[in-house]
């Protein structure tokens, strides 16, 4: 069992939806979380970092946290064609730095 | 300010050949950071640099090797290629050495074909 799951996808909305998309995880040791989006042959892009339960809200996107569940989120409010691309959920224990990366979701946002 | 920058951007290789990529980091940062994404395998670690150290390492096999210059720039050297290395190798990199907390910022990456 992968240490981070996530929603493989693709998928695919009308412009305007709101888009939720979702990792979990197995190790309770994953202390920081974040979200990048990646755009075709290009590298992640940081949108969101968070390091404790809740919500964490940065324009049209909230990322929410639920350790407790170990249940990552993503909401995409007001979602536009721009918006096309794999989104990635990270986590990292601390003190080891790397980033465990969950496998991505594609997203596609239809004019 | 200029990003994380990587070259070549494209490499193209045969099997046994020796590979080395490069990174720069943002200005000010330290620590550096290798990834490998390879078709259906996703996004794994492979080695972190800070201060000119290695300070971890991902389950990937000795023939992966890399150092960091005092300019903090890196190079990543994979010996002996074989043909499932062909991906694209991301780097990164974040302010400190220290804080858990600092995130981490990717470059382009640099696309390697095995043949």
């Known amino acids: 069992q992968k240490e981070v799951e996530q929603d493989p996808g693709p998928l695919s909305v009308p412009e305007g939806a709101i888009v939720s998309l979702n990792c979990t995880y197995s190790n309770s040791a994953f202390q920081y979380f974040m979200w990048y989006r990646q755009y075709s042959r290009k590298g992640p892009e940081l949108l969101m970092y968070?390091?404790?339960?809740g919500n964490k809200e940065d324009g049209r996107f909230t990322a929410q946290v639920d350790k407790s569940s170990k249940y990552i989120s993503l909401f995409i409010r007001d979602s536009q064609p721009s918006d096309s691309a794999t989104y990635l959920c990270a986590m990292t224990r601390g003190i080891a730095r790397q980033l465990t990366f969950g496998s991505g979701t594609q997203l596609t946002v239809l004019p | 300010e200029a990003g994380v920058t990587q070259s070549p951007t494209h490499l193209i290789k045969t099997r046994g050949q020796q590979a080395t990529l490069r990174c720069s980091p943002i200005s000010g940062h330290t620590s550096v950071y290798w990834y490998q994404q390879a078709l259906g395998l996703g996004l794994q670690f492979l080695l972190w640099?800070?201060?000119?150290?290695?300070?971890n390492r991902g389950n990937f096999p000795p023939r992966f090797s890399g150092r960091q210059f005092p300019n903090y720039s890196s190079e990543l050297n994979v010996n002996a290629l074989e043909l499932e290395d062909s991906a694209l190798y991301l780097c990164a990199s974040s302010p400190r050495g220290v804080r858990d907390t600092d995130t981490q910022y990717f470059g382009p990456g640099t696309r390697l074909t095995v043949l």
């Open positions: 640099y800070d201060e000119g150290e290695e300070r």
């Open positions: 968070t390091y404790s339960s």
